[in-house]
T-cell receptor
Framework: DAGITQSPRHKVTETGTPVTLRCHQT?????MYWYRQDPGHGLRLIHY???????DKGEVSDGYSVSRSKTEDFLLTLESATSSQTSVYFC???????????????FGSGTQLSVL | LAKTTQPISMDSYEGQEVNITCSHN???????ITWYQQFPSQGPRFIIQ???TKVTNEVASLFIPADRKSSTLSLPRVSLSDTAVYYC????????????FGSGTRLSIRP
């Protein structure tokens, strides 16, 4: 599997506090994604990146910002965390360099974020 | 973006073949059909992907009819460890496109 690591794995913070989650991949993948998953639900796309400094909004981008200054790192920032942002956050990446049939997403292990 | 519809949940027994069907009526010409598996407390994992007809790998088979408006993931002789959520996605890889997950199918395997 692709080397994708997320940090921190667990985070507890207070409402109104800024929080940054990091996704790091060692596969030189072009595309990276941030999803959130709430209990009993599927994954919802927050933001994604299609190259260094190239990002776009997903389904649920309000309250989140992202940055990608290097190929390997994709940061997700909650400018002022709210209790509704308590969730599990997953990062994913895909190569974007080979044939389309070989394209697939590789996921990190997730970050459990609790906003109190 | 093509919307997918799949059953919310399914139950089966060890040793049985399980078929999960996904509907994607507005699939576009260049879209691929992809299935992911997710265990509790883990990120999703790629299972299989196809464009048309049938694809088989060591884990599953994917059947896609000629009109591509649906697809069926087939898991042969399931075991307890196949209990997971299975997601059907329709994906356009040829551009900087969003990759959207639906709610998935929660598959429970009983002894």
């Amino acid at each position: 599997d692709a080397g994708i690591t997320q940090s921190p794995r667990h985070k507890v913070t207070e409402t109104g506090t800024p929080v940054t989650l990091r996704c790091h991949q060692t596969e030189n993948h072009r595309y990276m994604y941030w999803y959130r998953q709430d209990p009993g639900h599927g994954l919802r796309l927050i933001h994604y990146s299609y190259g260094v400094k190239d990002t776009d909004k997903g389904e649920v981008s309000d309250g989140y910002s992202v940055s990608r200054s290097k190929t390997e790192d994709f940061l997700l920032t909650l400018e002022s965390a709210t209790s509704s942002q308590t969730s599990v956050y997953f990062c994913a990446s895909r190569p974007g360099q080979g044939t389309q049939f070989n394209e697939k997403l590789f996921f990190g292990s997730g970050t459990q974020l609790s906003v109190l | 973006l093509a919307k997918t519809t799949q059953p919310i949940s399914m139950d089966s027994y060890e040793g049985q073949e399980v078929n999960i069907t996904c509907s994607h009526n507005n699939i576009a010409t260049n879209d691929y059909i992809t299935w992911y598996q997710q265990f509790p407390s883990q990120g999703p994992r790629f299972i299989i992907q196809g464009y048309k007809t049938k694809v088989t790998n060591e884990v599953a088979s994917l059947f896609i009819p000629a009109d591509r408006k649906s697809s069926t993931l087939s898991l042969p002789r399931v075991s307890l460890s196949d209990t997971a959520v299975y997601y059907c996605l329709v994906v356009l890889y040829s551009s900087a496109s969003k990759i959207i997950f639906g709610s998935g199918t929660r598959l429970s395997i009983r002894p």
